[in-house]
């Protein structure tokens, strides 16, 4: 983090994008991806960063067909189903048929979607990338469904250090069991108290990997915003756009 404060709780007075009120962002630790939170919506960094691109984006996204894939019960998630006129909210619950509702969710596979064509308006994911299996198929599937012109905003860790686009954690095999080629790791899943595995390591160089996978026009925006409580590591927004015109 940049001129990290010597003690905590850190108190840092702002304007957050998610709850669009003046608050308090509060962090109780060092790590501010995490603990860098809104008083008022408890949003998170990534949250808030994704917030202000969308809204400079597509201020209009109320009135348009939102996906979300994998929402949490929190801060932006809450704010689309909350205000959002036709937003969908999808988990994966694999073995269960897909396109069908299962506990307020639609059944959803990112790399399989049964979306029509060109049928959404914004596809939104919150780290959600680095659980995939296949990035290369999800992305294409959300360009296949997005409208011409139609945006994914996203985020998920991108590790400036590592050389390449992409370092493989675990694969799935035939026979759909898990292999690992790296040390197990975990994050937070809303619908599984076990966790999320991490499947993949994302390099500095991925938007020119996004691009090889899918037609988009892609952007990488990076933060250091105290205004909005935009601080700390892993705060990158990933935009990608469908162009407006067929491109070969």
């Not at 983090?1 to 509060?26: I, Q, R, S």
Request: net charge neutral; glycine share 6%.
């Amino acid at each position: 983090m940049t001129h990290e404060p010597a003690t905590f709780p850190y108190t840092l007075p702002g304007y957050c994008p998610v709850c669009e009120k003046g608050t308090n962002f509060v962090a109780t630790e060092p790590y501010f991806r995490k603990s860098l939170i809104c008083e008022k919506c408890k949003s998170v960094p990534r949250e808030r960063a994704l917030a202000l691109i969308l809204s400079e984006e597509r201020p209009d996204w109320r009135d348009l067909i939102i996906h979300e894939s994998s929402p949490a019960k929190r801060g932006i998630s809450l704010k689309f189903a909350a205000e959002g006129r036709h937003y969908i909210a999808s988990h994966y619950f694999p073995g269960q048929v897909l396109g069908t509702m299962i506990n307020g969710y639609r059944n959803e596979d990112l790399e399989a979607q049964t979306f029509e064509n060109e049928s959404i308006d914004i596809v939104i994911t919150l780290d959600v990338h680095e659980h995939i299996f296949n990035p290369d198929a999800a992305y294409r599937e959300i360009y296949r469904v997005l409208k011409p012109g139609g945006v994914y905003i996203h985020t998920y860790p991108i590790q400036r250090s590592l050389v390449p686009s992409i370092t493989r954690r675990a694969i799935l095999k035939s026979d759909k069991t898990v292999q690992h080629l790296l040390e197990p790791q975990y994050h937070g899943n809303p619908i599984d108290n076990a966790g999320a595995l991490v499947t993949i390591d994302y390099g500095y160089d991925i938007h020119k990997a996004v691009a090889d996978w899918a037609n988009f026009d892609v952007r990488v925006i990076r933060f250091c915003d105290r205004t909005h409580g935009i601080l700390g590591e892993f705060t990158d927004v990933v935009l990608c756009r469908k162009p407006n015109f067929p491109r070969p």
